[in-house]
């Protein structure tokens, strides 16, 4: 075990290698809470207004909700991908901030410096020298995985899974070390189970392995304690999945509405390891399916050597029998999110190899709720970096330890072009409604997109829904549309409302003319208010009221 102050100074040197690291990918221009701009584009926009949404919505249980979000239905922070755990947080921070408030940067730029905190984390148990754990560490920060997903901030908690990799191999030799290691795996699942529903799978299956290893290969625990830590890890994840409203949101949709297609496309090739793709400055990308890269999974040239090396080094080191026990654990949970990352069409360079579609046909439509399985790779890949990072830890001689750890890391470094991210780029300046006629709503309750507008499912102007859901956010008001990861069940793209459906505290907005007559032939007040056509029942007065109607008037 490395000494405290070696561990500290290689934690010192990580953390700023990696916030340098994070400038380099572009992250850090996202720091800035107040910084909201940057996230009216792609996915970003859904999990910002599941953010903004969970921030108006009541604190019950389970937590992150958000009921104003495509209403009636509602939704969450779990269902908009906008991490239950963060948001929890924001809401408690959220008086020291305006309307402007997001923390996905942050969270951004603490995942890359995060993973790398978790590698010297494990790594000391086995390298005791400053300089080879912060070498470790920095190969660590230069996850290819993480410096790629910046389309979805909450795979930025990737150090979740690299921690529980090391746990699950984490050398334990007395009853309190073995009770230490079981209480952090089972927080370390808390938080995944509290992140993002894949990352709450790998997690759950990883602190599975790591107990099993404790209590039936190390056999730390007597009987009726090793029941209890057993029974332990399904009651945390079931626990933090209910309590941040993935099971919640779960139960209040039918499994048809959560399977969704893709499945078999968005998978893991076998040759992920070593296909950088477009990243690699060396190497030439792979071919693959079109919608492959979800399970990219390219660990580096400098990875990949150390690996190698690895390798090259069994002849002389061998893993004791009681080294294969600790690891079989792992192995098993690693090798099903693997066969299950390959989907029912296994490809080798994008060609097909074998078909699983019988087998996966039998447990439908389950298989299809996490579509892009090729993530379920990345437990194999946290471990790969960990076999790399301690290739050469059993080696005695310190200053050829830090020589090949150096060159690895220098290897990393000039192999991953962080160029191509196209994070570096000037975002647009975000521009709200700017008639004022859109802060009257004040006096209302609903704002409905007629008809709904749901991204994926129906028709969906993006900039209309953003600057919508802006107004409908800051005014406090729900809205009917969004962009979310599941449309709620039973919408309907071109359903017309009949006159005994339309209601006084609600402002229709008619997208397309021919849905206009739904409220003009019930009576009510429209007018057009900066290219968009609003409705209001004449049964209430109110300053939106008589200012649509004066609009009516002057044409």
Not at 475 to 498: E, F, K, M, Y
Not at 519 to 548: D, I, M
Request: hydrophobic share 50%; proline share 6%.
């Amino acid at each position: 075990m490395a000494p405290r102050t070696n561990t500290r100074w290689a934690l010192l040197v990580v953390v700023a290698f990696g916030f340098v690291w994070a400038k380099a990918l572009g992250l850090t221009q996202f720091a800035d809470p107040t910084y909201v701009d940057w996230m009216i584009e792609g996915d970003w926009l859904g999990h910002l207004f599941g953010w903004l949404f969970t921030r108006n919505g009541p604190w019950a249980l389970p937590l992150a909700q958000a009921p104003d979000l495509v209403a009636p239905a509602g939704s969450s922070a779990a269902l908009t991908d906008a991490i239950p755990l963060l948001s929890v947080f924001g809401k408690l921070a959220s008086p020291l901030f305006g309307d402007r408030m997001q923390l996905f940067g942050l969270w951004m730029v603490a995942g890359v410096i995060g993973t790398g905190v978790a590698g010297v984390l494990i790594c000391r148990a086995w390298l005791e020298d400053t300089a080879s754990l912060a070498l470790a560490g920095c190969l660590f920060v230069m996850n290819p995985i993480v410096s790629t997903r910046y389309g979805h901030p909450p795979f930025f908690a990737f150090w979740m899974l690299s921690a529980l990799v090391g746990a699950c191999l984490w050398p334990v030799s007395e009853l309190k070390g073995a009770r230490r290691t079981a209480g952090v795996t089972l927080l370390l699942g808390f938080l995944a189970c509290a992140t993002n529903a894949y990352l709450a799978v790998m997690a759950s299956l990883l602190v599975g392995a790591s107990i099993v290893r404790l209590v039936l290969v190390s056999r730390s625990f007597k009987a009726p304690e090793a029941v209890g830590w057993l029974a332990a890890g399904p009651v945390v994840s079931v626990g933090s999945l209910w309590l941040f409203g993935f099971i919640a949101g779960a139960r209040s949709s039918p499994m048809g509405n959560l399977a969704i297609e893709g499945f078999g496309q968005f998978s893991a090739d076998l040759l992920t390891f070593v296909n950088a793709t477009t990243w690699s400055r060396f190497l030439p990308g792979i071919a693959m399916g079109g919608r492959q890269y979800e399970g990219m999974a390219y660990l580096g040239l400098g990875t990949i050597a150390l690996v190698l090396v690895r390798v090259g080094l069994l002849v002389k080191y061998r893993p004791t029998r009681a080294q294969v026990l600790t690891w079989l654990p792992l192995g098993l949970a690693m090798a099903l999110m693997a066969f299950y990352a390959g989907s029912n069409h296994v490809t080798i360079a994008g060609k097909q190899v074998a078909d699983f579609s019988a087998f996966y046909e039998k447990l439908a439509p389950w298989p299809s709720v996490f579509r892009s399985s090729g993530r379920f790779v990345w437990p194999l890949f946290a471990w790969l970096t960990l076999l790399g990072a301690l290739a050469v830890a059993r080696v005695q001689t310190a200053w050829v330890r830090q020589f090949v750890l150096g060159f690895a890391v220098l290897l990393q470094l000039a192999d991953f072009d962080v160029t191509r991210t196209p994070l570096h780029k000037q975002y647009p300046v975000f521009h709200p409604f700017e008639d004022p006629a859109w802060g009257l709503m004040k006096d209302y309750r609903h704002v409905v997109l007629h008809p709904v507008q749901i991204q994926w499912t129906c028709p969906f102007n993006h900039e209309l829904v953003a600057k919508l859901s802006w107004e409908a956010a800051r005014q406090h008001l729900s809205i009917n549309s969004g962009h979310v990861g599941r449309a709620p069940p039973g919408t309907d793209c071109n359903r017309h409302l009949a006159p005994g459906e339309l209601r006084d505290d609600t402002v229709y907005l008619a997208y397309f003319p021919q849905y206009l007559p739904d409220f003009t032939s019930a009576g009510f007040v429209c007018g057009a208010v900066e290219g968009s056509v609003l409705c209001v029942s004449p049964r209430r007065e109110t300053p939106l009221s008589q200012e649509l109607l004066r609009r009516a008037g002057a044409r």
